[in-house]
């Protein structure tokens, strides 16, 4: 199976729905709070899809070339990673016509779209975890759930697997064919009728390598050039060896930047060391075809972790967008918006312009564009060639061209 060639030119825009832009506020679920409120981890703020339609105008003039959305399927949360329906959008969201609609308008503009697979856990709502509660041993989908007992008990403790003791979250059990062969048609429908370009496969370091493996596969008979991404946390060497994913959100990387750029922990040589140690561990095709990122709904905004250093964050970005792989903005990072640990990381964007930083957003629209104008940038080799104190450089080489990017982030010119 080959990655997609069109992952290395990409750059991905990464949105949590309910957070940025609320296109139709007849549908909002109940609860909806003001969109300027702090978030709490039950908060509802009434994004949906058909937003996200009518902001294409503007996520596409960064130089964005795809989205990524967290899930969209019916669930009763915010972050919808607890699915009760597989097949169907989340009403709140606009249901399956506005993902159609927005999928649609997206490649009418030559952008793409993946989505988030949650296929780990569903939701305890979701209805066959409903009817092994309710039947016990009797329910047709007993065996597609881990449960110690004869019947299903939450209190004081779930007496059944679930995702990280979270007792609203049941683990499927992989282990049964009919739960594979199930979540695998998941991945065909929205491929075959809703024509996606791929999945993000969240909490990849819990699936069966054999299961990731038949999602990329399926993925491909669907549509050859989909994209097969895994949430891995460390080194991903063995899923590539596996040949399961074209590549990773990189959170490895992220950690390095982490510590370089924001931290201030490590030194330049010990950085370049620790990207080299990566770079030769992963096969080409997953170096220039994996997920780069400095923000995600998971972590606190780059820029927080900065201390609000915006130039410290321009730096991270600059390194960001001139090395290979497949560079994300997580929404509202362009324009400076900040945040701590989830819940405050998904804060709602700003759409009133007086709000934005204005210099952080020129940056972030000079470096898409400066990496979309050189090819070097997304497709030639990677050396450094320099490392000492807070200052590093590389080359990125194609053919004729040579491009040396340099980066101080130290004190002294």
């Known amino acids: 199976m080959m990655t997609p060639d069109w992952v290395r030119d990409a750059v991905f825009y990464q949105i949590f ?3 940025f ?24 703020f009434g994004g949906d899809l058909i937003g996200i339609a009518e902001k294409l105008d503007y996520i596409q003039s960064l130089g964005v070339t795809a989205l990524y959305l967290t899930p969209i399927f019916t669930s009763p949360s915010n972050h919808k990673y607890d699915t009760i329906d597989y097949f169907a959008v989340d009403p709140a969201f606009g249901g399956n016509s506005a993902l159609r609609r927005l999928v649609n308008a997206l490649h009418a503009r030559g952008m793409r779209i993946i989505l988030d697979g949650v296929f780990n856990h569903c939701s305890n709502r979701h209805p066959f975890f409903l009817d092994a509660a309710a039947r016990g041993e009797d329910s ?6 881990t449960i110690d007992g004869r019947s299903v008990a939450s209190e004081p403790e ?8 979270v007792r609203t979250m049941p683990e499927w059990n992989h282990a049964n064919p009919k739960v594979l062969e199930y979540l695998l048609s998941v991945v065909r429908h929205w491929i075959r009728d809703y024509d996606i370009d791929g999945w993000r496969l969240d909490t990849t370091d819990y699936l069966p390598p054999d299961f990731v493996k038949d999602v990329r596969s399926v993925a491909k008979e669907e549509k050859e050039d989909a994209y097969v991404v895994g949430e891995v946390m460390g080194l991903a060497t063995s899923w590539f060896k596996h040949g399961a994913l074209d590549g990773v959100m990189h959170y490895r990387l992220w950690d390095g930047l982490v510590s370089f750029f924001a931290r201030g922990d490590w030194d330049a040589p010990q950085f370049a060391d620790f990207v080299r140690s990566i770079w030769r561990s992963y096969p080409n095709d997953a170096n220039y075809s994996s997920y780069t990122l400095l923000g995600s709904h ?6 927080t972790l900065c201390g609000g250093d915006k130039s410290m964050f321009i730096l991270a970005s600059s390194f960001l967008f001139t090395f290979p792989g497949a560079p994300a903005i997580y929404y509202g990072d ?25 210099d952080i957003l020129e940056a972030f629209n ?18 450094f060639i320099a490392a000492r104190g807070r200052f590093f450089a590389f080359r990125r080489a194609l ?5 040396i990017v340099a980066i101080n982030a130290g004190d002294r010119p």
């Open 334 to 358: 362009e324009i400076g918006m900040e945040g701590g640990e989830d819940p405050d990381c998904r804060r709602a964007f700003p759409w009133n312009e007086a709000e934005w930083d204005m």
């Open 21 to 44: 832009c609320n296109g139709d506020q007849a549908i909002n679920p109940a609860g909806t709070q003001p969109w300027n409120e702090l978030p709490t981890r039950q908060s509802l």
């Open 366 to 383: 000079h470096l898409v564009h400066l990496r979309k104008q050189e090819p070097a940038l997304r497709r030639g080799s990677i050396e």
């Open 399 to 403: 053919k004729d061209e040579e491009i």
């Open 298 to 303: 998971d972590k606190p905004r780059f820029l």
């Open 140 to 145: 047709t989908y007993w065996d597609w759930f």
């Open 158 to 165: 779930p007496n059944y697997a679930c995702w990280a003791g």
């Open 17 to 19: 729905p309910d957070r």
